[in-house]
């Protein structure tokens, strides 16, 4: 069974950084690109940042870009987002993405 388990999230201030991680299991991670995606409450999906299976390729939403990184190490099958100079327009709920899976999300608030 695919599990996908996000963390990392809280209330920053806006400047600030955050580091979200999504555990993997059930699937071989190493063979897959993954994907982080956001929603705010009452709005669609908004594609953050993808990562090829072997961490060599990614790319950025242009809201996100020069601001965010993604990551994975696949010794750990785990996957992550870092996010600085953090916007209130960040504030959303955060969600790694295998196929047409995602986990329970992690909240992430910018606010001051």
């Known amino acids: 069974e695919v599990q996908l388990v996000e963390s990392g999230g809280g209330l920053v201030h806006p400047g600030g950084s955050l580091r979200l991680s999504c555990a993997a299991s059930?699937?071989?991670?190493?063979?897959?690109?993954m994907h982080w995606v956001r929603q705010v409450p009452g709005k669609g999906l908004e594609g953050v940042a993808a990562i090829s299976s072997d961490g060599g390729t990614t790319q950025l939403a242009q809201s996100v870009k020069g601001r965010f990184t993604v990551s994975r190490d696949n010794t750990k099958n785990t996957l992550y987002l870092q996010m600085n100079d953090l916007k209130p327009e960040d504030t959303a709920v955060y969600f790694c993405?295998?196929?047409?899976?995602r986990g329970q999300g992690t909240q992430v608030t910018v606010s001051s």
């Open positions: 059930g699937f071989a991670f190493s063979n897959y690109d």
């Open positions: 993405v295998h196929m047409d899976k």
